[in-house]
């Protein structure tokens, strides 16, 4: 029987739907037992991971049956493509299912950062009424949003913004000019650097890549306006977060929001640690109950395709 290691968490009835046809080995446990993982995918035809479980020449060396590796999420930072085409096993991650998530995860962080108020719970409770502090609040119609790429989730990310009535701009040079994507979502097209200085809200949709790696750095972040917004649900290596940090200290940038590490968890003590307007959440962007359903129900269609009873 068709043998399916999982090793993170997946959506149960996407997982019920696999047993029957399938030999399947649920252990979320596994991501963080490495020497578990290697073991038990010694016979194993498929792996399904999320983005933690790091799929290598090590794995693929103790998995000489593996044949296919599920993705539940976009970005395959955790998985050597080029070793498993090599080897002979397809990837498949869930593009676009967990898109929405993330759209609206940066809307949402950017309506609380912009408009500050929402942060004041503490002080609330505790009898104060800083009211006088928190009129300053800003509203998010007529803003201008930036996006730095303008793939799936930038893309569902503009439509939500544009019905809040934001203005988006994005930069994606591998989008050419007259692709009908610019026209087709009412988005305007910017260089690099001219998006930092030019928007309200700036948000991050790449993939982690030489080229994306450092590219939020002081030089960038300096030409961004003293009460910009910036969010990051990309990857953490796109930002230099010691620089990020020293900006909000400076009140050179008016608030973040980051769900992404350079090193996850993040570890305590890092320099963003305490930084104010600052939104810290663990990779959660993509990541709801409903997304959790189609990522899993889409990879699930993926294996019982690849393996056809
Ligand atoms: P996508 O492939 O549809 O879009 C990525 C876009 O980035 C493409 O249009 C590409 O042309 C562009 N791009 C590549 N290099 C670039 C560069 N140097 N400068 C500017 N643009 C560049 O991917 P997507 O589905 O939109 O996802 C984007 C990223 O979001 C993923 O790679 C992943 O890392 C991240 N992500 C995070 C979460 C989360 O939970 N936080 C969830 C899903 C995806």
Redesign the pocket.
Known sequence: MTRIVISEFMDLPAVESLRGAFDVDYAPELVDDRAGLLARVADADALIVRNRTRVDREVLAAAPRLRAVGRL???L?NIDVAACEAAGVAVYPA??A??L??AE?VVATAMVLLRGAYLSSNDVAAGQWPRTRMSQGRETAGKTLGL???????RMTAKLAQGLGMRVLA?????PPDAPAWSEAGVGRRE?DALFGEVDVLSL?????E??RG?VDAARLARMKPDAILVN???GGVVDETALAAALRNGKLGGAAL??FDDEPLRAGSPLAGAPNLILTP?????TRESNERVSSLIAERIRAFFPA
């Open positions: 999420g976009v970005g930072d593009t676009g967990n898109s998530a993330v995860y730095v790429g303008f793939g799936g989730i930038g930069y994606d040079p591998m989008l690099l949709h790449v993939p982690l890549t080229s994306t590219l649900t990309a990857r769900d992404v990779h959660i962007g993509g990541v």
